[in-house]
């Protein structure tokens, strides 16, 4: 198994060592945002099963938050379901904004992109009671 890379972080002119940041510690600020957005049902798996969005239970939840270094710049894929009859461009501007926001605020490093992958809508936050329940329609 292959070593996680890990970020590293600028410190200052006359840095003391070295700060890094594993992309798990990113996976769980930008997990704790997209959660706090208003619209969203749920963090999704990457892939479909059988064509329908999977809803990832809170100890999967990083698989729905991919990190990726482009050109020296974090790139942030996120997966959700959000619900059915709200203005999914408007939840997907929330989501992008909230999760820069808190990931450069703890990070101290920019975000160059957010990118939202709204894998579903489920008509009702009520539906989704156990981990990683696949949506109806």
Do not use: W
Not at 12 to 35: C, D, F, M, Y
Not at 50 to 73: F, K, S, W
């Amino acid at each position: 198994m292959s070593r996680t890379p890990a970020i590293p972080l600028q410190n200052g002119a006359r840095p003391l060592g070295k700060i890094e940041v594993l992309p798990n510690a990113i996976h769980s600020i930008a997990v704790q945002a997209i959660s706090e957005c208003y619209g969203v049902v749920g963090i999704a798996a990457p892939r479909l099963h059988y064509g329908q969005p999977v809803i990832l239970g809170p100890e999967h939840q990083n698989q729905g938050v991919q990190v990726r270094i482009v050109n020296d710049q974090i790139v942030l894929d996120v997966y959700v379901v959000l619900e059915y009859g709200l203005r999914i461009s408007e939840i997907g501007l929330n989501i992008m904004s909230s999760v820069k926001f808190s990931v450069e605020k703890m990070l101290g490093a920019p975000i160059a992109r957010v990118n939202v992958n709204v894998q579903g809508l489920s008509h009702s936050a009520a539906q989704v009671s156990a981990p990683e329940r696949k949506i109806a329609h």
